[in-house]
């Protein structure tokens, strides 16, 4: 998934979309499962077709999801009614400064992240500078450097995700994980990061 910016709206035509398994992450599940995060407001960073702000607005979090591709938030805004969900959808480019944002209790990227960094990664950890508050909670998953092959997601290590994150949040842990690709198999190994904003 290396190589130049890529046309979204293209992709989620067409359906070349592996990562979009259209079933809620396994390790998001897991980890509201295992940390004490409360469910408030929450921000999805590339929420797609919108599988988990949905699996976040029924875990009862106030939802907005962000995304590039205005195909993926149609398809994402239909599936959030046939779900009975309210999620504010919207059509926003995280390499670009987001002014408007409101500040949110919780923070998820499952993928959003490792592309952006690519191509503004100062713009975007300024977003969410201005889009969290002191002890919001950050949830990442990233590709990992340690996955054999150059299939899957763009890959970075351990040492490139805190120092990336390092200044504005809190490590909290890191540890590895699998995506799940369409189809919900077993897909590439990732990174967990759970992370706290700093004062």
Known sequence: MNGPPRDWNE??????????????????????????IPAGTALELGCGTGTNAIFLARSGFQVTGVDVSAVALSTARQLAAEAE????????????????????????DRGCYHCVRKINVSALLDNLARCTRP??????????SHSEGEQGPPQLSEAELRED???LFQIDWIREFHFEDAGNIEGPLGWSTLLTRRS
């Open 11 to 36: 992709r989620y035509r067409a359906g070349t979309t592996p990562w979009d398994s259209r079933i809620p992450s396994r390790e998001l599940a897991r980890v509201l499962a295992e940390e004490t």
């Open 165 to 167: 994150f390092g200044s």
């Open 85 to 108: 969900v309210t999620i504010d959808f919207q059509l926003r480019d995280l390499s670009q400064p987001l002014t408007d944002l409101p500040r949110f209790d919780f923070v998820f």
């Open 135 to 144: 002890g919001s909670r950050m949830l990442v998953l990233t590709g990992n």
